[in-house]
């Protein structure tokens, strides 16, 4: 309520077709109502991620008939993008019994979250960590989740190399590893050697200066550059290969990131090493389980720039064009 009278029209940032962040706009839609099982939440800050760019331009083009719950075949299948939020539950609908209007949330939706307000199912909210603000606590879900999906297996005293190290996925991945005990070095370029340094790592590689040698229990490539035989001869017979997509924007592609991760498939039964490409998939266990690192102090998340809901397209241009260090958050309200 707002003067007495009930708001049904709420500011959200809208694409209709494939393209650049010029594509994006700010408009006046209807506030969402929660369904059953869902909860409305006012959205106070929310971040960008490698996926909202590629949604915004539909690259990879197989994308388009692979994932038709956010691609389709001339523009995004939801007209809202953003996945990650942290906000307040303003509602919730039918069926809802664990979380009631005023608690702080965060969580992950497939769309929608570049928005005042987010209706959402509620398996996928979960309790904001209590030490984060909302711009912080939003930059979790998506990449804090991925880099825990990906680093499951890693145990106390491996060898773990880290190709991406510093961007969203890469600086949870960093500190994730070195939680569970192993020892960790990070692959970046030149200005963000002293950021993964930072993060704990044991050692640093810049990729722009030198070459990445010797063999490593497990590695995780976050910014797909490299070739699988190059990636392969960097892990021990007995380890891991681990894959997950990203990157930036190069002027369009067929197959993107999913290229490799599909000719990693189609090698696993003739290589060596093991090769795996997890799908993080999120959970209200996901949230409690990132909300421990964080309050346990084995997790933080690292900002490099925050913009307001109305300058969400400077931020999505600024992530596919540039490589950012860590994440990106937005400031809704």
């Not at 694409?15 to 939440?41: F, K, N, T």
């Not at 050692?203 to 010797?214: E, L």
């Amino acid at each position: 309520m707002v003067g007495g009278l009930t708001v049904t029209q709420v500011k959200a940032i809208v694409q209709r077709v494939y393209g650049s962040s010029a594509m994006l706009s700010v408009a006046e839609v209807e506030r969402p109502e929660p369904a059953e099982g869902q909860v409305l939440v006012r959205v106070r800050a929310a971040s960008v991620n490698a996926r909202d760019w590629h949604v915004m331009r539909g690259d990879p083009l197989i994308a388009r008939w692979m994932d038709r719950s956010m691609f389709a075949r001339r523009g995004p299948a939801q007209p809202i993008n953003g996945g990650d939020f942290a906000g307040i539950v303003e509602s919730v609908g039918a069926g809802v019994t664990d979380l009631r209007p005023g608690d702080e949330v965060y969580g992950e939706s497939i769309s929608g979250a570049f928005a005042e307000y987010l209706a959402v199912d509620g398996s996928v909210v979960g309790p904001k960590p209590a030490g984060l603000t909302f711009e912080e606590a939003a930059t979790l879900p998506l990449a804090a989740n991925t880099a825990l999906t990906l680093l499951r297996d890693v145990e106390a005293g491996q060898r773990v190399l880290i190709i991406g190290a510093s961007g969203g996925v890469g600086t949870f991945a960093v500190q994730i590893a070195l939680a569970a005990g192993a020892e960790v070095t990070g692959v970046c370029s030149t200005r963000n050697v002293d950021l993964v340094r930072e993060l704990g790592a044991h050692q640093v590689v810049d990729y722009t200066r030198d070459a990445v040698t010797g063999r490593y229990d497990t590695v995780l490539d976050l910014a797909g550059s490299r070739g699988l035989r190059e990636l392969l001869r960097l892990v021990e017979p007995t380890g891991t290969l681990v894959l997950s997509g990203g990157g930036n924007y190069s002027g369009g592609s067929a197959f993107g990131p999913i290229g490799l991760m599909a000719r990693a498939q189609l090698s696993r039964p003739f290589v060596r090493p093991a090769i795996r490409v997890p799908l993080a998939r999120q959970s209200r266990e996901a949230l409690a389980e990132l909300r421990e690192l964080v309050d346990t102090g084995k997790v933080r998340p690292i900002i490099e720039r925050t913009y307001p809901l109305d300058e969400v397209p400077a931020a999505i241009h600024y992530m596919e064009t540039e490589h950012a260090r860590a994440k990106i958050a937005i400031t809704v309200g």
